[in-house]
């Protein structure tokens, strides 16, 4: 979900940056260190959108490739610990959630024992 709402915030975005740059099309002076050059204001407006999101995504990739290393790194060491050690993780206990629906599953197929509001309940 959250990938979708970058998504749609990027497109709003990028439309928001096409319209304006649309607005400004009229020709500017920009000064660099060695001269000056004229161009048109929206070549300029998307260029430096481009070039921004070229340097975000740069660092984005950069910052997966990181955690990645990382990550394997840290994998390796809890097999480095579990071969030296012996220990072998339990079995992951379910969830609420997964608790919730199991007991529906066995309800429906006969299996589970009645709980204390149905025995309540029969008692009346």
């Known amino acids: 979900m959250r990938i979708q709402w970058s998504l749609i915030l990027a ?4 439309l928001i940056t096409a319209v304006f740059a649309v607005i400004n099309v009229n020709p500017v002076q920009v000064n660099l260190l060695f001269g000056a050059v004229s161009l048109p204001l929206i070549l300029l407006i998307l260029g430096c959108t ?9 660092f ?8 990645q290393r990382e990550v394997k790194g840290l994998q390796a060491k809890l097999v ?3 071969e030296a050690t012996g220990y072998i993780f339990p079995e992951p206990e379910k969830t609420e959630k997964g608790k919730k ?3 529906k599953n066995e ?5 589970a ?3 204390a509001e149905d ?5 009346h």
């Open 119 to 123: 025995l309540s309940s029969s008692d």
């Open 107 to 111: 309800k429906a197929a006969g299996k």
């Open 80 to 82: 480095h610990i579990q």
């Open 60 to 67: 984005g990739i950069y910052r997966g490739y990181r955690l």
């Open 101 to 103: 629906a199991a007991g």
């Open 11 to 14: 497109l709003i975005f990028a």
């Open 50 to 58: 481009l070039l921004g999101g070229i340097i975000v995504g740069s």
């Open 113 to 115: 024992e009645p709980s």
